[in-house]
């Protein structure tokens, strides 16, 4: 068996997320269904990071194992080819020792969650940001989201769902910038509690609409509280950006 | 009869072109319609350009006449409360005097036309951008692309449904740029014959992987004839950008 890393890009709008379930389409049972009319075998694709419905991948770090001989470009052109039309694409693929593991061997993640700060709907960028008619104090939300960095039990920014065994994470970096009309909030650690990210950006919004003074993030991730969770943020304006592992330098 | 400029947004990709079809959805119809929905009035919209099946739009001007008294945040809001779910949006309105015309009144139109050159097919900036998957050497299209611009007869880069009365156009600017994986061409002229962009950009693209030299952009020009094209390049990359005029300073 030869161990294949795929980097995946993704539009999740028409995904039950990335995992696959029971109850609807997912980003790895197409890449598993693709690889298999590839290759006649059935393959099990492992991925860095869980997606929910709706949330966007621009580089998600996978891997599938494969007994048949084949060259890493070939494989990536025959599943791009076999993906078509679903919105997925394997961007980059490569041979990874046998040891290597997307998840497990995954020591950093990265998101983006991007926000349109305007009060017309959205057109090109439907189902890519997330609209906020109501003007944003990119500046205050940045302030804000400091209180969140470092090792916190995120009790506060977890789904009811999650399964990790601790809600204590290491945030490493979340910044909030503006670029026009665009609001942009990323997001960094080893790893994510379930919900995480949107809600952090939820309450960085009410920070950044004036419903919340600056002080009430640091009284929020105090509290350890779901209840004092401030608004969720919706899936669609998310996306993974990268993930990193040690022999990457 | 009060005049309004609107500026609009659109997604291309589900109608027939900014103008009014018999057989199809246009941003034209949809726009009216609206307007009838919200006045209880026909009103005529007029606009800087017309656009093809799938082209985009990020701020097109245009202006509609309104007997009813009404403001024009009113008016914009109200419009873009009932566009949806259609993906055009009015980004900004305002009164304009009676002598103002959103086509005649137009002395600058701009253009960009977005390619992404990678190999792998396109998920989220699916019909957003044109998909170039051979290596695109943009300095070379940026030279080429000198050769077309200043006074010429375009006929070589015109539709043949071109209804202007000459094709000698003024190009302004026509410049190659690369950003990563994507390449961006920047058109501006007064005003363009019909598939100019679009054939500009598909001979530079020639030019780019290599198939022309780049001294025969001048001679396709020279030529004055439409079988010199080399490639004319899809809808779906091409934005109309900006509309300038007289009074903008």
Redesign the interface.
């Known amino acids: 068996m030869t161990r294949f890393a795929l980097t995946l ?3 999740g709008t028409p995904f039950f997320g990335l995992q696959r379930q029971k109850d609807g389409p997912s980003v790895q049972q197409s890449v598993e269904e693709a690889a298999f009319r590839v290759l006649g075998e059935e393959v099990r694709l492992h991925s860095a990071g869980r997606t929910d419905t709706g949330v ?1 991948a ?1 580089a998600m770090r996978s891997h599938i194992d494969i007994a048949k001989d084949i060259a890493p470009f070939r494989l ?2 025959a599943l ?1 080819a076999h ?2 039309p679903e ?5 980059r693929c490569e041979v990874v020792p046998d040891d290597w593991h997307a998840r497990f061997s995954c020591v950093g993640r990265s998101y983006v969650y991007r926000i349109a700060n ?7 960028d ?1 189902n ?1 940001l997330w609209q906020v008619p109501q003007e944003l104090d990119h500046a205050a939300m940045h302030e804000a989201a400091q209180a969140l960095v470092g090792c916190h039990d995120f009790t506060t920014f977890r789904s009811v769902h999650c399964q990790a065994d601790s809600p204590v994470k290491t945030l490493d970096r979340l910044d909030v910038e503006r670029e026009g009309e665009e609001v942009r909030v990323h997001a960094a650690a080893r790893s994510f509690l379930h919900h995480q990210v949107r809600s952090m950006v939820g309450c960085l919004a009410l920070v950044g609409m004036g419903r919340w003074p600056i002080e009430r993030m640091a009284e929020a991730l105090a509290a350890r509280d779901r209840q004092e969770l401030g608004l969720n943020a919706p899936p669609h304006g998310l996306y993974f950006v990268a993930a990193s592992y040690p022999a990457d330098g």
Chains 1, 2 share one sequence.
């Open positions: 890009e993704f539009d966007h621009l990536m052109e791009n993906l078509r919105p997925i694409a394997v961007t305007r009060r017309a709907p959205l057109t090109l439907k890519r």
